[in-house]
């Protein structure tokens, strides 16, 4: 996920519009959507990444190329209060999530928390910006002991971290 300097994915008011990728950003996000298996998502993020079924008339060959990637990869939606789920299949609660073969891309902060204790792997991009709070990438109160195994500069800014559990 993209994280601020601060370590939040959302500021106070909800918001993610600070973290928009640079071109280099979303080519790695892409490159790593299109080596995920399954893509599980609370609702509010899937809410949100139901743009790229379809987006914008215009868009740029990186965002299509996202698109395209996120298009193929297979969903589930863990929500109690959707009805129903458009080309994702709809779970009630994270112990409804099944195991899975290959990468699985655990989005949304408050599934991502229900669900910390089956996360073997933490990917974040941290962006060169503060938010002063919101929504913490880690839920309050959740000690986990991590080792670094990977750490790249993106030229436009940010820096991803990836975190396996030590």
Partial sequence: MNVSADGYVMDAEGNFDWA???????AFWTERQRNTSLDVYGRNLYEAMRYWESPREGSSKGDLEFADAWQRTQRIVVSTTLESAVRARLVRD???????????HVGGPTL??????????FWTVVGPAAVGG???FFPAGVRLKLKLVESKRFDSGP????YQRA
């Fill in 159 to 162: 820096v991803l971290l990836r």
């Fill in 94 to 104: 994270p112990s409804h999530v099944p195991d899975a073969d290959g990468i699985v």
């Fill in 134 to 136: 919101g929504t913490p």
């Fill in 112 to 121: 991502a928390a229900a669900m910390i204790d089956r996360i073997q792997e």
């Fill in 20 to 26: 928009e990728p640079a071109d280099d950003v979303l």
